[in-house]
């Protein structure tokens, strides 16, 4: 039975670290909510009882519903060989994708420091203050951490000779970053060779370039977590 993938039909978010280890690793998935709608997806969230998912995403397998992105994709890599079999070798990647989960809020937060219920306009001046530190300091203590990540091993990946979910997460972050902070990102982008070669190969991945040429990628837009406001970018 394909799984059955529970996130928000108009956006990447965090739905997109998900949905690029499935495409990679060519696992037979449906996208719930954008073959329904979000009306849909909150019928069957509050329909949920017991040992409920918080917020999407989450997986239903047929046999139990996993949430949060880095727990998904611990089962994934450990059902679908998408990590290693050493147990170090798979606390290394959770632990890269919590650390990854950490940018990604921050990255957030960026443009919604003071309420996530309230709208960019109004906390405009708040942000302007949170984009110019994690420009200037964040985004090179994630991307320093990262490209040490992409150094650690012999091999062409994060954890040696073979891809795995870390990898096609990794790929997620530069893409994000570079959406929504172009010019810091170009900026800054050759300080991260290891990092920036992996993101290049992991596009090169057939399961993820078709998925990147065709319809199921959603374009990065202002309502997901990575957003482009010129006013917050700068080199």
């Known amino acids: 039975m394909a ?4 996130y928000w039909p108009g ?8 949905r690029l280890a499935l ?3 060519g696992i037979e998935y449906r996208d719930m909510a954008r073959e329904q709608s979000d009306e849909a997806l909150l019928a069957d969230l509050n329909a949920r009882a017991g040992r409920t998912p918080f917020a999407p995403p989450y997986l239903d397998t ?13 089962y994934l890599g450990e059902r679908h060989h998408l990590a290693p079999g050493a147990l170090a070798d798979r606390l290394w990647l959770n632990q890269l994708q919590l650390t990854i989960a950490d940018l990604v809020a921050e990255a957030h937060d960026v443009h919604h420091p003071v309420a996530t219920g309230a709208y960019y306009h109004e906390q ?3 942000a302007a203050c949170a984009a110019e530190g994690f420009r200037a300091e964040r985004m090179p203590k994630f991307l320093g951490h990262f490209e040490d990540a992409a150094n650690a091993n012999d091999g062409d990946w994060v954890a040696g000779t073979r891809w795995t979910y870390a990898d096609t997460s990794l790929f997620q972050v530069v893409e994000g970053l570079r959406y929504a902070f172009p010019r810091r990102m170009a900026a800054i982008e050759g300080d991260y060779p290891a990092l920036i070669a ?7 991945l057939p399961g993820v370039a078709a998925y990147l040429a065709s319809d199921r990628r959603i374009p990065f837009n202002e309502d997901g977590i990575f957003r482009h406001y010129p006013e917050l970018d700068g080199e």
Do not use: C, S
């Open 3 to 6: 799984y059955k993938l529970w």
């Open 11 to 18: 956006i990447q978010g965090r739905g997109e670290f998900v």
């Open 23 to 25: 495409e990679a690793g």
């Open 62 to 74: 047929g046999e139990t519903v996993i949430a949060q992105v880095a727990n998904i994709l611990l």
């Open 124 to 126: 405009k001046a708040e």
């Open 198 to 204: 992996l993101h290049d190969r992991v596009a090169q």
